[in-house]
């Protein structure tokens, strides 16, 4: 079946690094993706990786995929008070013939100084 | 370009009242799709369609009705409206379907 998994709580001290775990269940997905929620607001893409690069880095954000064991990890470093969010983990998949993204129920994070 | 906008924000409902959210894009996407977010639960998918005239159920369909009359509309009516569906719902585009989404700022809904 189709899954997408996260913790749901991280808190971390301001400056340090965050690192937000994600596993998924299916092992054809070409996509993996990482989606911010502010408070109130909607779904904001960070970033992506497709499934044949092992990492990719954007500036504060690494992203890391271990395919082998489906497992995807976004680091954030110097993580700061802005980066209080919800994060979802997001994998694309295909069912009843259609692409479709499933996503995992979102790790709150809360940065504290 | 306004990207995905939707409306209301907010709405209170009494059991049993139907209403209309209404979703718009102005970026010619294809693909639309209306989910729904409880806590805890992340983002469960109600309704998608690949193209105007095109719709078909995704993970919560019950409940819930859509049409595409048009590209840039996807309106979701709720038909009877149950305590259950008290929650907020996104509405998102893509170019196509699978690919990388923009949601709309959600609209929360509480029905007493």
């Known amino acids: 079946g189709e899954d997408v998994e996260q913790s749901l709580f991280l808190s971390v001290r301001e400056g340090d690094s965050s690192v937000i775990n994600c596993t998924y269940t299916?092992?054809?997905?070409?996509?993996l993706y990482w989606y911010k929620q502010e408070p109130g607001a909607g779904l904001q893409l960070l970033t992506y990786?497709?499934?044949?690069?092992d990492m990719k880095q954007d500036q504060r954000l690494t992203v890391l995929l271990n395919k082998k064991d489906k497992h995807l990890s976004l680091r954030i470093a110097d993580t700061q008070t802005g980066d209080s969010a919800i994060y979802f983990c997001a994998e694309r998949t295909s069912s009843g013939g259609y692409n479709k993204l499933i996503f995992g129920a979102g790790t709150r994070l809360a940065v504290h100084p | 370009n306004a990207g995905v906008t939707q409306t209301p924000k907010f709405q209170v409902l009494k059991t049993g009242q139907s209403m209309t959210l209404q979703c718009a894009q102005d970026?010619?996407?294809?693909?639309m799709s209306w989910y729904r977010q409880d806590p805890g639960m992340g983002l469960r998918l109600i309704h998608y369609s690949v193209g105007a005239g095109i719709t078909d159920q995704g993970e919560v369909p019950n409940g819930y009705n859509v049409s595409r009359s048009t590209t840039e509309d996807f309106p979701l009516r709720l038909l009877s409206a149950a305590p259950s569906q008290t929650s907020v719902y996104f509405c998102?585009?893509?170019?196509?379907?699978?690919?990388?989404?923009?949601f709309g700022p959600g609209t929360r809904l509480l029905v007493l």
């Open positions: 990786i497709f499934s044949n690069m």
């Open positions: 299916d092992s054809s997905s070409t996509y």
């Open positions: 970026m010619n996407h294809e693909y």
């Open positions: 998102a585009s893509s170019r196509l379907a699978g690919e990388t989404q923009y």
